[in-house]
C-alpha cells in the first residue's frame, strides 16, 4: 500500500463522526456550488486529472503482466525492454499529471480560501459594534481560518478523494475479478480485519486530539491575557510566578503526554495497516501460487493481481467513511455561512443621500433607546458563554429632546450609568435609535449614507486606542493622504508635536500594542491629532480626559480648544471644570434629562448639578475649560 494510501485512510478514519448527526440547512449544497462556479473549468481540469491518475494506477500491474508473461517466460529481450521503458514512462507520466493536478488543486484551494476569507472579513467589518461587545474574537477569527479553510477541503480534498477513490476502486476490483475472481473475492473478505482495528485507533486518536486541542485553545488563551501589555502588568504587580508557571507546565505537560500516546498510536496505526495489507498480499500469493501451478492463472497474472491488491484497502476504507469527510466540509462551509448571513444592524436606507461637510447642526428629538438582544446582534456560537440574558434590557434612555446649534458646544454631565456614553454612540450610529430620531443639518441621520455621516463626525474616548504601528500609520488612520506638512501641523495644535520631534525614528516610531509605549496624556494628545486630521464638522469627547494628571490635562485641554474650534461639539465630562463655560450643559439622570442651562443657571438652581459641583469642590480651584 502506498505511503498516500495510507496516509488518506489515516484522515479519513480519524475525522470526527459526531458530523453526521448534524443537518443542513435547505439550499446549502446549492449555495456551496456558487461558490465553485467561478472556477468550474478548472475543476473539470483537476477532476480530470484525478481520473487519469487512477487509470494510470491499473495500467502499471497489468503492464507488469504482460513483462512477465509474454516477455520475461518466453525469453524476449526485445519485449521486456519495450514494456519495461513503457512501465518507466507512465510513471513519469503519473508524476506529471500528478504535479499538473495540484497546480489546479491549489489554484483552487487558495481561491475559495481568498474568495471566503475577504467575504467574511469584509462582512465582518459592517457588524455594528454590538456585535463586537459579544462575540468571542478567538472564535471568530477562527471562523475566518480553520473553518473557511475546512470549507476549501469541500472541492480540493472531498470531492477530488471521492472521485479517485471511486474510479480506482471500480478500476482495481474490475481488473482483479478479471484476473482472478478467487482471489479478488478473498482479499474483500480479509476486509473486515482490516477496518475493525483501524476504526478503534481512529476513534481513540481523534479522543485524544480533541483533548489537545482544548488544552492548546487553554494554554494559547493564558499566553495571550499573560503577553499582552495589560496582562504582563497585572501579572508583574498581583501574579506570582511560580504560581503561574505551574499552571501552565501542568497543561503544557498534559499536552506532551497526549503527544506520546497519539505518536505511539499513529505508529501502531501504520504498523497494523500496512501488517494487514502484507497478510492480505501472502494470501493472494498463497492461493495464487497454487492457482498458477495448476495453470489457473499465469505468472505474471499473479503478480498483477498482488500488485492491484495494494492499491485496494486505501479507497475502501476511504469510501467507507465518505458521509464523515462529505459532511465534515458541508459544516465548515455552513459556519462560514453562518457568519454571513448574520445582518449588520446599520445599514444604509434606499436612496440614502451624503451628508455634506458643513457646520452642522444637532437636535434629538423624543429619542429612546433600549440595547438590542443577544440574537438580534450575535451568534450564540461565536460567544464565550452563550445563556439568557440575565440582565434587564429595559430603556436606557428616555424621551431625550434637546438641540445643539452649529458651533456650539454642548456638555453631558451626570452620575454613572446615566446614559452620556449611550447619547454619544447614537450620534454616529455605532447603535440606531429605538424610538424618537436623531437630526443633523435638519435631516433624520438615517437618511445619510453611514460612512458620509461617520467621515462627519470625529470622537475621542477616555482611552483612545491607537493599533500597533507607527505614529504616522496611526495618524493616517483619519486621512490616508496626509502630508508630512498636515501631519506636523495636526501634532502641533494637540500639543504632542514636541515629544515626536524629539523621538529618533519620528513620526516612525511604533507605539506598541494599543499605544502602550505612550502615557495616557500622550496617546489622547495623539488622538486629537488623528481627529485633527480628520477635520469632521461634529466632535464627540466621551470622559477624553478623566484619567489624566493636572500637566497632562492642561495639555489636553489646549489641544482640545483647537479641536472644537468652530465645531458643532457634544462632550461628556466627569470634571465638570472642563465644561464650565459650555453654551448649554445636559444633566443626565437615569436616561432622562433632569436638568439643563448653562453654568451659572444650574448652580442657582440648587438641582442634582450644584450637587455634583459641590461634591468635587470646585469652587477652591477652576481650571479654564476647552472653551476657554
Not at 470526527?16 to 475543476?43: C, E, H, M, N, W
Not at 487512477?54 to 519495450?82: Q, W, Y
Not at 482611552?463 to 486621512?479: G, P, Q, S, V
Not at 464650565?580 to 438641582?607: C, F, N, P, S, T
Amino acid at each position: 500500500m502506498s505511503q498516500h494510501a495510507v496516509w488518506m485512510t489515516f484522515r479519513s478514519m480519524t475525522a470526527d463522526p459526531s458530523v453526521k448527526s448534524q443537518k443542513l440547512k435547505p439550499g446549502t449544497i446549492k449555495r456551496i456550488f456558487t461558490y465553485g462556479a467561478p472556477y468550474k473549468s478548472q475543476i473539470l481540469i483537476f477532476l480530470a486529472t484525478v481520473v487519469i491518475e487512477a487509470l494510470l494506477i491499473i495500467s502499471t500491474p497489468l503492464l507488469l503482466r504482460e513483462l512477465i508473461d509474454k516477455g520475461v517466460i518466453p525469453k524476449d529481450p526485445a519485449l521486456v525492454t519495450k514494456l519495461a521503458l513503457l512501465v518507466g514512462l507512465l510513471a513519469v507520466v503519473d508524476a506529471l499529471f500528478n504535479i499538473f493536478g495540484r497546480w489546479f488543486s491549489a489554484r483552487i484551494g487558495e481561491g475559495l480560501i481568498y474568495d471566503l476569507r475577504s467575504q467574511v472579513f469584509a462582512h465582518v467589518q459592517r457588524q455594528s459594534i454590538a456585535f463586537f461587545t459579544r462575540t468571542q474574537t478567538g472564535a471568530l477569527i477562527s471562523r475566518i481560518n480553520s473553518d473557511v479553510m475546512g470549507a476549501q477541503q469541500a472541492f480540493t480534498g472531498t470531492l477530488s478523494g471521492v472521485v479517485s477513490n471511486v474510479v480506482s476502486l471500480v478500476l482495481v476490483v474490475t481488473a482483479m475479478l478479471i484476473l482472478s475472481w478467487q482471489i479478488t473475492v478473498v482479499s474483500l473478505l480479509l476486509l473486515p480485519v482490516f477496518l475493525l482495528p483501524t476504526k478503534w485507533v481512529g476513534k481513540r486518536i481523534q479522543a485524544l486530539t480533541r483533548d489537545a486541542f482544548n488544552l492548546n485553545a487553554t494554554m494559547s488563551s493564558t499566553m495571550t491575557e499573560r503577553f499582552n501589555v495589560s496582562g504582563a502588568l497585572l501579572v508583574s504587580l498581583y501574579g506570582k510566578p511560580a504560581k503561574e508557571e505551574n499552571f501552565f507546565r501542568t497543561r503544557a505537560r498534559k499536552v506532551a503526554d497526549i503527544g506520546i500516546q497519539t505518536a505511539m498510536l499513529n505508529r501502531i496505526f501504520f504498523v497494523g495497516i500496512t501488517s494487514v495489507a502484507a497478510v492480505a498480499t501472502a494470501f493472494a500469493y498463497g492461493i495464487g501460487g497454487h492457482l498458477a501451478i495448476d495453470g489457473s492463472i499465469t505468472v505474471g497474472t499473479l503478480l498483477a493481481i498482488t500488485a492491484l491488491l495494494a492499491r485496494l484497502y486505501g479507497p475502501l476504507t476511504a469510501l467507507s467513511n465518505v458521509r464523515i469527510d462529505v459532511m465534515t466540509a458541508l459544516v465548515s462551509f455552513e459556519r462560514v455561512f453562518e457568519v454571513l448571513d448574520l445582518h449588520p444592524m446599520i445599514i444604509d436606507r434606499p436612496g440614502a443621500q451624503q451628508l455634506k461637510q458643513q457646520e452642522l447642526s444637532i437636535e434629538f428629538r423624543n429619542v429612546s433607546f433600549s440595547y438590542p438582544k443577544a440574537e438580534e446582534v450575535s451568534l450564540a456560537s461565536l460567544e464565550s458563554v452563550s445563556k439568557p440574558e440575565t440582565v434587564d434590557s429595559g430603556q436606557i434612555l428616555k424621551s431625550i429632546s434637546f438641540t445643539a446649534p452649529k458651533g456650539t458646544l454642548t456638555a453631558i454631565v451626570g452620575p454613572s450609568g446615566a446614559g452620556k456614553t449611550t447619547m454619544s454612540a447614537l450620534l454616529p450610529r455605532l447603535y440606531d435609535v429605538t424610538d424618537g430620531a436623531i437630526l443633523i443639518g435638519g435631516s433624520d441621520i438615517r437618511d445619510y449614507t453611514v460612512q458620509s455621516l461617520r467621515d462627519s463626525i470625529g470622537v475621542v474616548m477616555q482611552d483612545a486606542h491607537l493599533f500597533h504601528e507607527t505614529i504616522a500609520e496611526n495618524l493616517r488612520y483619519a486621512k490616508e493622504d496626509a502630508t508630512e506638512e498636515e501631519m506636523i501641523q495636526a501634532c502641533k495644535s494637540a500639543q504632542i508635536w514636541d515629544l515626536i520631534s524629539t523621538l529618533p525614528n519620528g513620526f516612525e516610531t511604533m507605539v506598541g500594542e494599543r499605544g502602550h509605549r505612550l502615557s495616557g496624556g500622550e496617546k489622547q494628545r495623539l488622538a486629537i491629532a488623528r481627529l485633527l486630521l480628520k477635520a469632521p464638522s461634529i466632535v464627540i469627547l466621551d470622559e477624553a480626559t478623566a484619567h489624566l494628571d493636572s500637566e497632562n490635562e492642561d495639555l489636553v485641554q489646549e489641544a482640545l480648544r483647537h479641536a472644537l474650534k468652530g465645531r458643532t461639539s457634544i462632550v461628556i465630562a466627569h470634571r465638570l471644570s472642563t465644561v464650565m463655560q459650555a453654551d448649554q450643559i445636559l444633566v443626565l439622570e437615569k436616561g432622562q434629562i433632569v436638568e439643563r442651562g448653562r453654568h451659572e443657571e444650574l448652580i442657582q438652581g440648587a438641582g442634582l448639578y450644584s450637587e455634583l459641583f459641590a461634591r468635587q469642590d470646585l469652587t477652591t480651584n477652576e481650571k479654564p475649560s476647552v472653551t476657554d
